[in-house]
């Protein structure tokens, strides 16, 4: 069997089915090493592309190998060094597009004639738990725009991707339906120019304008609220659009019905559509965007400390690459590789101030998602789930709340501060290798907030 070609071909059945970025960030350097028995062994570069394809793509590359190979039993995902020749990079760099850095950044990025930028595409679009909701029903307004989930309005807090989601819809729409008018506008634009209209007598021009496109996008629509007049205007706005089966798209930081002062004819057609809301990224999804960010830097740095950043900043999209950017550039000062120490260092101004817990709470917190007595963790005892729920107390109160080692022994059961720093570092450990463990930590974390 030519496993070269077997993989050359189920990659090129995987892409289509991928976004560029995804694709790009965790299947590149991956390859059929050998197949034994009917397994398949896929060589992948380093632990968070094996868990990453395990978790994720495991269902897609299983089916896409059995539909080619039909001996096929199973496959399994084993670490190896891919060795990447100099020329190989030389000719990687040649084909690097080239940016005149010198262009204003507003020449560079801003269509002027439908606002969008470019660079709000799919393709470097990561999709997770926290927005797989409003990909999924985008990914259907562009199949079929006017006609599913209009209006689309998608709202959550700032940082969290929303104007990338949109703009990218706008993108996509532009490029598949060419005849089609798009645009895209925030609130505050769009109020500007009804405002502006009015005063110069040109009310109709406004209306002919906005009302001209196949697809309008307002941004920022939260600010609505208290704007009577702009309100009736986007009523007026809106039923054209929905008459014609133009597609229209609002962006909000809050649910609809917790606008101030939204007349409730704009809820219900809010509510005609569909309302769908975008969450913090969890661990993996941060994991994944660090990768992609990474990748489009072309830098490397060892997974210790790209699973430290993922850990640690949980807030929105924006800071976590504010605090890469910050890695990104000490990285390119010292022109040498980053120690873990170097990249805590930097981000110990980005990290939020943990909230001050008890260490009751904590244990309590732990007990109650495994659903196990909050008395059984301070007891002596060997059972598995006991001391795996232990030992993740034990490692929350010293990660996560920086409480020593010899205060949570004598807290927990009277433990010498040796068995505390052994529980410590087994769940460092087996996070490296246990995804499912990564999603409970994260879980539990999400209960202290």
Not at 68 to 97: C, D, F, L, Q
Not at 193 to 206: H, T, V
Not at 318 to 335: A, D, P
Request: net charge positive; aromatic share 10%; hydrophobic share 35%.
């Amino acid at each position: 069997m030519d496993t070269k070609q077997l993989w050359k071909n189920c990659l090129m059945e995987i892409e289509s089915g991928v976004s560029k970025a995804n694709f790009s960030t965790w299947f590149k350097n991956t390859s059929i090493l050998k197949e034994e028995m009917g397994i398949i062994y896929v060589g992948v570069p380093n632990e968070f592309v094996r868990d990453w394809l395990k978790n994720k793509y495991h269902k897609l590359i299983t089916k896409t190998i059995a539909d080619t190979y039909e001996n096929m039993r199973a496959v399994e995902y084993t670490i190896t060094k891919i060795e990447v020749s100099k020329e190989e990079v030389i000719e990687s760099k040649k084909n690097e597009p080239y940016v005149n850095k010198e262009l204003p950044l507003k020449d560079l990025y801003i269509n002027l004639e439908d606002n969008l930028n470019p660079r709000y595409k799919f393709d470097s679009f990561i999709v997770g738990g926290f927005n797989e909701l409003a990909y999924a029903a985008s990914q259907a307004i562009i199949d079929s725009p006017g006609t599913k989930y209009n209006p689309f309005f998608v709202y959550g807090n700032t940082g969290l991707g929303k104007t990338h989601l949109i703009q990218a819809i706008g993108n996509s729409i532009k490029n598949k339906y060419p005849n089609k008018r798009v645009h895209y506008i925030t609130l505050e634009k769009f109020a500007t120019d009804f405002i502006n209209s009015l005063q110069g007598n040109r009310a109709n021009s406004f209306k002919e304008k906005y009302r001209k496109y196949d697809l309008l996008i307002i941004d920022d629509i939260q600010f609505i609220g208290k704007m009577e007049k702009i309100q009736e205007e986007l009523f007026h706005t809106f039923n054209t659009f929905y008459e014609s089966n133009k597609q229209i798209i609002f962006s909000s930081d809050k649910h609809p019905n917790y606008i101030p002062e939204l007349a409730d004819r704009l809820k219900s057609r809010f509510a005609q559509g569909m309302i769908v809301d975008v969450s913090e990224p969890e661990y993996e999804s941060r994991l994944a965007i660090l990768k992609v960010k990474l990748t489009e830097q072309g830098i490397d740095l060892e997974p210790e400390i790209i699973d430290y950043v993922a850990s640690s900043i949980r807030g929105n999209i924006r800071e976590l690459e504010g605090s890469l950017n910050s890695i990104v550039c000490q990285y390119r000062l010292k022109n040498k590789p980053l120690t873990l120490i170097d990249v805590k260092n930097i981000l110990k101004n980005n990290i939020r101030p943990k909230k001050n817990v008890s260490i009751k709470e904590v244990v309590r917190t732990v007990g109650e998602y495994y659903q196990l007595d909050e008395a059984s963790i301070y007891e002596k005892t060997r059972r598995k789930e006991i001391v795996k729920a232990r030992q993740i107390v034990m490692y929350l109160l010293r990660e996560d709340f920086n409480v020593s080692y010899p205060l949570i022994g004598s807290k927990l059961g009277g433990k010498d501060h040796t068995t505390v720093i052994h529980s410590y570092l087994k769940i460092q450990k087996d996070m490296r290798v246990d995804p499912q463990l990564m999603q409970e930590l994260e879980q539990i974390r999400i209960m202290f907030r």
